[in-house]
């Protein structure tokens, strides 16, 4: 009877730790549910938004940044992006999350110069076929669409070679093509958005 209860505590033991595993850590090294209503958006598309995100004071690139302040993923790319909002001052960077309560946290937990969008109706973030945080939307200055995808392959965006966004915003500066980049750069990763978490996972 002993060993029975031994291994039956031991085995609760690694089902627990692999619970938090999966809830902590596994569940995001998978491609993000794909919506079922998704339409992906190609580079080059119209992106009907508010003009005054473009003209004001004068017209720049923009960059959406879809933030979920509850999301490990997106916190934990928090200071990788606050790092290219100091370095590209050329592009207009705005974060964009689906509800006041994550407005206030956000605006918590960003630099007071980065306007925070409120996008309840995910009106935005279909427009630029975003269904997961953090994400990228990068817009040129005419509102097309530059490139919509993953700021780095690594969770900690520590892998300075697969910076996709900061590639991307180098290749706007310098107004040249997209860069073309693998699926780890365009597949979402992350925090699925609210109201998409029924969604089934990527073929």
């Known amino acids: 009877m002993r060993k029975v209860a031994v291994a039956i505590s031991l085995t609760t033991i690694f089902l627990t730790i692999g619970t938090i595993f999966w809830y902590q850590e596994g569940q995001y090294?998978?491609?993000?549910?794909?919506?079922?209503?998704?339409h992906p958006v190609s580079p080059g598309k119209l992106i009907m938004l508010d003009t005054s995100l473009f003209t004001q004071p004068a017209p720049k690139p923009v960059l959406l940044h879809f933030f979920n302040p509850d999301c490990p993923c997106s916190r934990?790319?928090?200071?990788?992006?606050?790092?290219?909002?100091?370095?590209?001052?050329?592009i207009r960077f705005y974060a964009v999350v689906t509800d006041q309560q994550k407005a206030a946290s956000a605006r918590q937990m960003l630099n007071d110069d980065i306007t925070v969008i409120v996008d309840s109706d995910e009106k935005i973030a279909k427009a630029c076929g975003v269904y997961s945080t953090p994400q990228a939307a990068i817009l040129r200055s005419d509102q097309t669409l530059f490139f919509r995808g993953n700021y780095n392959r690594a969770r900690y965006c520590t892998d300075k070679n697969s910076n996709y966004v900061q590639m991307?915003?180098?290749?706007?500066?310098?107004?040249?093509?997209p860069p073309i980049f693998n699926p780890l750069a365009t597949n979402s990763y992350g925090c699925v958005l609210p109201g998409n978490e029924g969604a089934s996972l990527i073929p």
């Open 168 to 177: 991307a915003l180098d290749s706007l500066v310098a107004k040249k093509n």
């Open 29 to 38: 090294l998978l491609p993000t549910p794909l919506p079922a209503d998704y």
């Open 76 to 90: 934990f790319n928090l200071k990788h992006f606050l790092t290219l909002t100091k370095k590209y001052d050329s």
